[in-house]
């Protein structure tokens, strides 16, 4: 069965770049009407969409981060990635990756990867 | 953006009883956009029910959904202690796609 695993250094520095993958295994990332997103939760606060990628390639971000956030996929190596250029401590999260399906009858998040704690300190 | 405000913030409650639950949108959603997700502590959130009132594969028949427009309802008929958690709506209806804030249903 399809699963997301999301990898990149745990630790950033504040102003610095925040780098993620997530793998996806199991199946193609290239098949079906998918978009694959970056979604993030702060330490016992909800959870923030940051944006998605089409599986043709075409990107929709959250506007609160869209000056900052680049979401590119690698079909050949099956992962997607996400970039977040001046992080400052306040983005100190769980990052989340996770397939949005959508169908002509619905639209839901139908897989998350287990996420990763990535911590914004000097 | 289309806000989502779910109420109450926590629901106190005993094993076997029943939890209402409600997400009010700031503007119409279409039901084909609407989903609802569990949280447990340390996991990430599992689908529970899409479509306003579609139960995803797995889920036990006392969770559902209804509502229209900009009111939604998710429904707990007898509380199991594994049902316990934090519950999220979500929207994407209208780009950006949007979480509520979360209904927290815990141990009375």
């Known amino acids: 069965q399809v699963q997301l695993q999301e990898s990149g250094p745990g630790l950033v520095k504040p102003s610095q770049t925040l780098s993620l993958t997530c793998t996806v295994s199991g199946g193609s990332i290239s098949r079906g009407s998918y978009y694959w997103s970056w979604i993030r939760q702060p330490a016992g606060k909800g959870l923030e969409w940051i944006g998605r990628i089409s599986t043709g390639g075409s990107t929709s971000y959250n506007p609160s981060l869209k000056s900052r956030v680049t979401i590119s996929v690698d079909t050949s190596k099956s992962q997607f990635s996400l970039t977040l250029s001046s992080v400052t401590a306040a983005e100190t999260a769980v990052y989340y990756c996770?397939?949005?399906?959508?169908?002509?009858?619905?639209?839901?998040?139908?897989?998350w990867g287990r996420g990763t704690l990535v911590t914004v300190s000097s | 953006e289309i806000v989502l405000t779910q109420s109450p913030g926590t629901l106190s409650l005993s094993p076997g009883e029943r939890a209402t639950l409600s997400c009010r949108a700031s503007q119409s959603v279409s039901s084909t956009y609407l989903a609802w997700y569990q949280q447990k502590p340390g996991q990430a959130p599992r689908l529970l029910i899409y479509?306003?009132?579609s139960r995803a594969t797995g889920i036990p028949d006392r969770f559902s959904g209804s509502g229209s427009g900009t009111d939604f309802t998710l429904t707990i008929s007898r509380l199991e202690p594994e049902d316990f958690a934090v519950y999220y709506c979500?929207?994407?209806?209208?780009?950006?796609?949007?979480f509520g804030g979360g209904t927290k249903v815990e141990i009375k």
């Open positions: 996770a397939r949005y399906l959508t169908s002509s009858e619905s639209w839901y998040f139908d897989l």
């Open positions: 479509g306003a009132s």
């Open positions: 979500q929207q994407y209806g209208s780009s950006p796609l949007t």
